[in-house]
């Protein structure tokens, strides 16, 4: 009655939450009073079923789970590993075979990557290969206890991981890729990092597989393979990482299925079966205390030579704890009785053993851990948290060989690049995430094509200056060639005689035998969307190239080989994890986005926002009009409106200023001279650029065009040489009718003088005059030219009619006035219009993402990818205060100081914040205090421009109060 009522109080236990813990196999006083509880209470059977580790999986439907559960029953199962399935299957499977067994099962599984490795609908870690480029063995750790976190959620106890094989024999068929490497120390501290990770988290670690599985060149899967090294080849390499990771307290150990003739000599013996191994050596010799398992016994290295039942037996003999995965558990059970009573086995030992398997529960928290909550599993197994965290272990991993200056890419617009990836059929990722930031030409081709098909890819890839190739499909096993082939090779040999070229292996590093090192390499391991939008940003100088080939390939390519290059130099894409920012806020923004359009403030919008250089933030919202037809897509361009005035006037005259050319101090009349005799004769630059030179806010310059709504003889329907400049479809103007405004803004009046701030657009008709007389150039070219190609913006511009199709255009007004139509891919501002479309205070249409670009280049005080277009001290003086009475910067607006008014931001952005908004319902505005980019675009103004919900709705500051708010949680 006793032992019903313990077994009573350890199921009770399990209904009890489990405190987070970390594993440890130490003996307490309160392991041993369970441990104790327990073990006075089991029979013999019992004890021998705690011995056994039975295959479980979540895929093989009813049968397979009566199978289990009669297991579990009739032979009181120590632990189940599990295989192939999915998590919210296994749950519940665990959650059956936990309620029937009389004693906690403890449940293993192989996660050397994660769940993944045998779940779906889970998370893949990089294998331990990739991890081995790592440099900060921090990482490893924090993959390890995320690992860990998942483990324990899923009820999972053991990790059949790390393995601490050195992979020193390229043709490893088996351990390969799951080995960090062929470097005994970089092995071993990775091993040791993952193991503390694992352990931290609560789950306990098995080192795998004793004593080293690294240099075979057959798989013990199928067949027994043989180690042919000396004791002490063993003890200085393979053994090392063994030695090192029970030194810093590894919970388990695997024993290989391997045939080491100078550790025992008996024919054909593997090492799971061997007492020289397992009890003189790793025992004895090597001091470990934990658990040893054996490799799967259904596996070919031991069955070959050997019987169900027989090899049970030979095990416990050797001196493993664990049986894992027994062919046969009935004629293991029986042969183990057998043994027992014929004294081959004592009773001792196997009391031993069932201590430290029941040690090992208490210290996984088997003797208070409750079944597995069902509810939001999915979710918990899948965060954003952790998918940064496996972002970071990507970048990381890149290695860099023979870069000889290639990357980061600088001078962007003196380059026509391609992309070619090989073994692809359609544009990746890789190609993808390029697009951010150069416009280039894109090919695929598959991995054996047609001599014609080379031959006609090299006649158009040689007009490149550039081709950056990458190889996919590719493969981890040396027997294929790493899924190198005949036809890739010739490809690249090909390519590099007639172009620069640079070379991405998203496979083995073992690959780069089949390549020299004329050329820059990049080595990123695995071929997934991570891995390809890092090799993207690291070409772009976005992130820091800091991997070490984990092996050596060739005597060209040897371990340890990598070369750091520093990031940091364009915007880089990335999630609010990075930057510890709650994706709750995120939501948030998201909502009050949802709402505008829901109430019509505008009917879509882009939103983006970046600190630190990253963008973790861009989203499109709603449609290009009410009729929502056409989505807004992240490369669609709004009509940026006023700000222009910050992102093409402001610019140059700021690169004018630099070289001696203007003086903000000066008179405008000192560089337009038909200001001479006029009442504008002593207005300063810097007062007109700062809104406070008595200029009238605007003109109505259309107004004096039309008469009765009929347009008077300055325009045409068609356009030809007279009327040359585009105001909307079927509608041309003189092509010096800018002369004509320009004299009217001369005529008109000023207010009396009292720098009083007035907003006002006029002041950039003249700095557009100014402008294009000292760069000799239009400004739209000028602007382009000198800052949005070297910078690698391909939306921003004036134009866009001449460069993009219409359907990407986002229209703005219905206007029944001037135009008569519905205004799209046309500037909105009808001053501008009456320009051509180009004007100093209005006509840039942009992205957001270009947009962010241009404000980062800014926050980097005038440098961007590498190149400066401001000299140190520029960007500060335009973009601060000028007067006290007066927020505004030279150009750029500034945060409301005053409290109690309504300013352009938010009440959290700080004085240092410089942007400007504009009328067609635009924003951005930067803040080197926080180092921040707020990017918001809308077309508000369609169909009506009257239509100021967005405005009176403070839709675009309270998005932006949000974004300040994350930031604060962070700090």
Same mark, same amino acid.
């Given at each position: ?107 293993? &599984? ?32 924090? &993959? ?11 009820? *999972? ?75 002490? +080849? ?112 004592? #009773?001792?030992?196997?009391? %031993? ?50 870069? $000889? ?6 001078? *962007? ?70 899924? *190198? ?12 005689? $007639? ?125 290009? %009009? ?58 300063? *630059? ?29 325009? #045409? ?8 400049? +585009? ?232 998005? &932006? ?11």
């Amino acid at each position: 009655m006793l032992r019903y009522l313990v077994l009573s109080v350890i199921l009770l236990l399990f209904t009890v939450t489990g405190r987070c813990q970390h594993y440890s196999l130490t003996v307490s006083e309160n392991s041993n009073v369970w441990v104790d509880s327990v073990f006075n209470t089991m029979t013999i059977d019992e004890k021998i079923g705690q011995l056994l580790m039975v295959a479980a999986y979540s895929n093989k439907g009813e049968s397979h789970v009566k199978e289990v559960s009669s297991l579990i029953e009739k032979h009181h199962l120590g632990g189940l590993i599990f295989f192939q399935g999915g998590p919210l299957r296994q749950a519940k499977q665990i959650n059956l075979y936990q309620s029937i067994s009389e004693i906690p099962l403890l449940i293993a &599984m192989d996660a050397e990557w994660g769940l993944s490795m045998r779940l779906d609908s889970t998370m893949m870690f990089p294998y331990q290969m990739t991890l081995g480029s790592i440099q900060d063995d921090q990482m490893i750790y924090k &993959m390890g206890k995320e690992i860990a976190r998942q483990c324990k959620r899923l009820g *999972i106890h053991v990790n059949f991981a790390p393995v601490i094989d050195i992979n020193n024999n390229p043709n490893n068929p088996v351990i390969g890729y799951r080995a960090f490497g062929e470097n005994k120390y970089n092995v071993t501290q990775k091993g040791i990092a993952y193991i503390k990770g694992l352990q931290d988290g609560g789950v306990m670690a098995v080192g795998k597989h004793f004593p080293g599985h690294g240099d075979t060149d057959t798989d013990s899967h199928h067949t027994l393979p043989v180690i042919k090294h000396s004791k002490r +080849r063993l003890k200085e390499v393979e053994l090392y990482p063994f030695k090192n990771a029970i030194e810093n307290g590894v919970g388990g150990i695997m024993i290989a299925h391997l045939n080491i003739p100078s550790l025992d000599k008996s024919d054909n013996k593997p090492a799971t079966l061997s007492y020289s191994i397992i009890n003189n050596l790793l025992k004895e010799k090597m001091e470990f205390k934990g658990l040893i398992f054996t490799d799967a016994l259904n596996m070919k290295g031991v069955t070959a030579n050997y019987r169900s039942g027989e090899i049970e037996v030979k095990a416990l003999i050797a001196g493993n704890d664990v049986l894992l995965f027994p062919e046969n558990v009935a004629k293991a059970v029986k042969s183990i009785k057998k043994a027992l009573d014929e004294g081959i086995i004592s #009773n001792s030992d196997i009391d %031993t053993r069932v201590k430290k398997i029941l040690t090992a529960k208490f210290g996984v928290g088997l003797h208070e851990k409750k079944l597995i909550e069902l509810d939001n599993l999915y979710n918990d197994l899948n965060t954003t948290e952790t998918e940064w965290l496996k972002q970071q272990l990507h970048e990381q991993s890149i290695v860099m060989l023979n870069n $000889k200056g290639a990357l980061p890419l600088k001078m *962007i617009d003196t380059l026509a690049i391609s992309t070619l990836a090989v073994g692809e059929d359609s544009i990746n990722d890789l190609q993808s995430v390029m697009t951010k930031y150069i416009s280039c030409n894109h090919y695929q081709i598959s991995k054996t094509p047609t001599p014609k098909q080379i031959q006609e890819l090299l006649l158009e890839l040689q007009r490149s200056d550039l081709v950056i190739i990458s190889l996919h499909d590719l493969s981890k096993y040396a027997s294929k060639g790493f899924g *190198i082939t005949p036809e890739t090779k010739s490809l690249i040999n090909a390519l590099k005689g $007639k172009t620069n070229i640079i070379l991405t292996i998203f496979g083995s590093p073992y690959s780069l035998k089949y390549f020299d090192n004329s050329y820059p390499i990049l080595v990123a391991h695995e071929d997934n969307s991570l891995a390809q939008k890092a090799v993207a940003e690291v070409i772009f100088g976005a992130i820091s190239i800091s991997g070490k080939l984990p092996v050596s390939a060739s005597k060209e390519f040897r371990e340890g080989a990598g070369e750091f290059i520093e990031g940091a130099m364009r915007l880089k894409y990335t999630s609010a994890d990075e930057l510890g920012i709650a994706q709750a806020y995120l939501l948030k923004i998201d909502s009050i986005a949802n709402y505008a359009i829901e109430k019509k403030a505008t009917p879509g919008c882009q939103i983006l926002v970046a600190k630190d250089g990253k963008v973790f933030y861009q989203k499109s919202f709603g449609h290009h %009009t009410y009729e929502r037809v056409k989505p807004v897509k992240n490369t669609d361009l709004y009509d940026l409106a006023s700000i222009t005035k910050i992102a093409a006037t402001v610019p140059t005259l700021m690169q004018l200023y630099d070289l001696g050319l203007l003086d903000v101090d000066k008179p405008l009349a000192e560089y337009l001279q038909d200001l001479d005799g006029t009442n504008k004769r002593k207005m300063k *630059i810097r007062h007109i650029l700062t809104h406070q030179a008595g200029l009238k806010s605007w003109i109505p310059f259309w107004t004096s065009t039309v008469s009765d709504g009929n347009y008077l003889d300055m325009y #045409n329907t068609i356009q030809n040489k007279e009327f040359s400049l +585009r105001v909307a479809d079927s509608l041309y103007i003189k092509e010096g009718y800018g002369n004509t405004i320009l004299q009217e803004i001369i005529d008109s009046k000023v207010k009396r003088w009292r720098k009083e701030y007035l907003y006002s657009d006029l002041g950039f008709y003249m700095f557009k005059k100014i402008s294009e007389d000292m760069i000799r150039s239009p400004l739209n070219e000028y602007v382009s030219g000198t800052f949005y190609k070297p910078m690698g913006m391909q939306t921003m511009g004036y134009l866009p009619r001449n460069s993009f199709s219409i359907d990407r255009l986002i229209p703005t007004e219905n206007d029944k006035f001037y135009r008569k139509q519905l205004v799209q891919g046309d500037v909105h501002d009808p001053g501008a219009a009456m320009l051509g479309g180009v004007g100093g205070h209005a006509g840039l249409f942009s992205n957001s993402n270009d947009l962010a670009i241009y404000m980062q280049m800014l926050l980097n005080k005038g440098e961007y990818g590498g190149e400066t277009f401001f000299k140190e001290g520029t960007v500060d003086e335009f973009t601060k205060q000028q007067f006290l009475d007066n927020r505004r910067g030279m150009g750029f607006d500034k945060a409301e100081s005053d409290p109690e008014a309504n300013g352009p931001t938010c009440k959290s952005a700080s004085p240092f914040a410089f942007g400007h908004s504009g009328f067609t319902g635009t924003c951005v505005w930067a803040d080197p205090k926080y180092n921040l980019i707020y990017v918001f675009l809308s077309n508000r103004v369609h169909p009506d421009a009257s239509d100021y919900k967005l405005i009176h709705m403070n839709i675009r500051t309270d998005i &932006m109060q949000v974004i300040y708010d994350a930031l604060e949680e962070v700090k």
